[in-house]
């Protein structure tokens, strides 16, 4: 049965069949698989249901991959011109626009950032707590601003290429690295020593904050305003290769110090020692990811956004 008139409004006031069909008008043909992928629908039922109810607005090609028909794309002109309406902001959205306010919640993460790394108290529980605080704070002005500024629907259908994975992996972790660098040199007198914070003196800082959240934070944050993947599968594969780069170059840093520095010591039990203080190194690759996207989901369930 064809779309007229009166079923348009129908069929267009679901936020899944307005996605779909978003999509198909960016990218002019989407694949089955690409279109789960990109809706995050895991039933195939759920897309059965949409792909018929759009009817005649969608086609099907020879190659199985679906685009917008004539009609299609007049009923994506309609919802270019009556988006649906927005949840209303409150006070804050009378007195700056959404960009405005991403602006002033970076900018006043700055401060904040400073001020945690700043030994506010001679009392040394107090000073952990408030800095601990403040980390914690700036996490939270920094993502949010950076959420604000983020496209208001992330689409597309994943990474271009094994060469674009790594260079964000290869970005992660120089950004893990500089941030251990810099908070060991802190602690430890300008050691300059990446080893676990919790066995340093200065156990609980901002920087135990910051060094497992900041590195995949931030560059999930690349991804999302750069390229961004419509599946959180497809964005974990950045810190499985940034895991692969620190494991292969930890590999090659064992064997040249074995080969030429500690010729009496076994390659097994020099790759155990340095295997250990990287494990939470590793834990720390993905858990940015996790908390950047449990961040962007949660503000888009609650409408603040």
Known sequence: MAIDINSLHTV??????????AALNDKGAISYVEMLDLLEIEHTGKLNYHLKQ???????????????????????QVMSRFQPDQPSGGWISHLMSRTSLGKLLIVLSI???????????????LATRMSVVLGITTILLLFFGLMQLMPSVRSGGGFASLRQITA??????????????????????????????WISDWQWNAFTIYHPVIPGGLTWFAIAFRSPAGSFKEVLKVPLVATAILLIGEFVII????LFFSPKVSTIEIFLSGIIPSIPMVAFLFIGFVVAEGFYRFVQWNGIK
Not at 56 to 76: M, N, P, Q, V
Not at 169 to 197: F, T, Y
Request: glycine fraction near 12%; aromatic fraction near 4%.
């Open 111 to 125: 401060p904040s950032a400073i001020l945690s790394i700043t030994q506010l108290s001679g009392d040394y529980l």
């Open 12 to 21: 267009l006031k679901d936020p899944t069949r307005r996605k779909m069909l």
């Open 54 to 76: 759009l009817r005649d607005l969608i086609s099907k090609d020879g190659d199985g991959r679906y685009g917008l028909t004539e009609k299609g794309k007049l009923a994506c």
């Open 168 to 197: 964000y992996g290869a970005l992660e972790l120089a950004i893990l690295m500089a941030i251990g660098l810099i908070s060991m040199h802190a602690e430890m007198g300008g050691l300059g020593v990446i080893i676990p914070l």
């Open 255 to 258: 064997n040249v110090d074995s």
